[in-house]
């Protein structure tokens, strides 16, 4: 795929320790998240804590048809798993849950991750 998705935008929901929506542009995350060190994640860690059951491709705009899904399913089959996934400190997915998807459809044990000790500050107002 050739999209830029350098002007993407990171929805997180509420949480238990942050009971409010926040929002980040996707290029501050990458900018703030490429010192830190690599580690490596079970892949069921991250999957049976929140993901198998978490939908996360969707805004409020777009609707869900089989055109959404072939979009998904091809950013799944060419995600790039040399990348890390960059986790918040609540283990959410700021970057790479088409990695993640494909590392569990791979029966993958582990896969690269970097994540942050206190998220970065929110950058957009929600």
Known sequence: ??????????YFPKTKKYPYKRTWDLKEIWD????????????????DSRYKNAWCWQHEEEELNNEFFLHHMQRVL????SYPIILSEENLIFDGVHRLVKAKYLNLKYINCVKFKTDPKVSKGT
């Open 32 to 47: 703030a998240s490429k010192d830190i060190e690599p580690a490596k994640i079970k892949v069921s860690d991250l999957w």
């Open 78 to 81: 060419e995600a790039d798993l």
């Open 1 to 10: 795929m050739s999209e830029d998705y350098t002007s993407a935008t990171v």
